[in-house]
Structures are given as structure tokens and as C-alpha cells.
Nanobody, 122 residues
Framework: QVQLVESGGALVQAGGSLRLSCAAS????????MGWYRQAPGKQRELVAR???????NYADSVKGRFTISRDNAKNTVYLQMNSLKPEDTAVYYC????????????????WGQGTQVTVSS
């Protein structure tokens, strides 16, 4: 069984910074892509940033230049450094990972965390 546990969400003023963390645990053989998505009230969940095992990254246009995704493969952990936060960044942020487990080496499964709230006040 695999779990993703996020931390770091908080209430912050516009212009401030936050760092989100997401640790994957359980019967993990390997992790391909790790990423962050967000969902604001009344809106669809959207990709914020993702990073593959080799280190390549993708960002939503709305966060380019402000957010940085990174990962520690030894700790099965992904981070999202968020700078110059804006009220429109307010959302629940979800961690996502594509994981190959020790019990199913021929398959890759999509796992999600429970979400962490980020609120940016103006």
C-alpha cells in the first residue's frame, strides 16, 4: 500500500512564500513522475508543476518564474517552493505520483495525496 502525505499549506499574505512537501511511503519499487495539482472552489483541478525521475520539469504558465518543483529521490519526496504568492493561488494543493509498487512491477499506478490548503490574502 502506498500513501502520499502533504504538508506545508498555510495562510499567507500576497507576496509571501510557502514550501509544500509531499512524502510517498509504502511498498514502492520506483516513482516516475511526481507533481502538484491544485483546485480552487468552483474550478477544475489543474496541473501546477511536475517533475519526472530524470529531473525534467513542467509548469503551468500561471506559476512560471514564481514556483519551483524539486524532488529528493532518496526520500521519495517532492517539494513545491512557492514565491510571490497571489490571491489567485488560493486552492487546495494535491500531490500526485506515478508509482510502480513491489507487488506489481509490470504496472504503474496513479496516487494522490489528501490535499493541503493554501490561502493567500490580499
Amino acid at each position: 500500500q502506498v500513501q502520499l502525505v502533504e504538508s506545508g499549506g498555510a495562510l499567507v499574505q500576497a507576496g509571501g512564500s510557502l514550501r509544500l512537501s509531499c512524502a510517498a511511503s509504502g511498498s514502492i519499487f520506483s516513482i516516475n513522475t511526481m507533481g502538484w495539482y491544485r483546485q480552487a472552489p468552483g474550478k477544475q483541478r489543474e496541473l501546477v508543476a511536475r517533475i519526472i525521475s530524470g529531473g525534467s520539469t513542467n509548469y503551468a504558465d500561471s506559476v512560471k518564474g514564481r514556483f519551483t518543483i524539486s524532488r529528493d529521490n532518496a526520500k521519495n519526496t517532492v517539494y513545491l517552493q512557492m514565491n510571490s504568492l497571489k490571491p489567485e493561488d488560493t486552492a487546495v494543493y494535491y500531490c500526485n505520483a506515478l508509482i510502480r509498487t513491489a507487488q506489481a512491477l509490470n504496472s504503474v499506478y496513479d496516487y494522490w495525496g489528501q490535499g493541503t490548503q493554501v490561502t493567500v490574502s490580499s
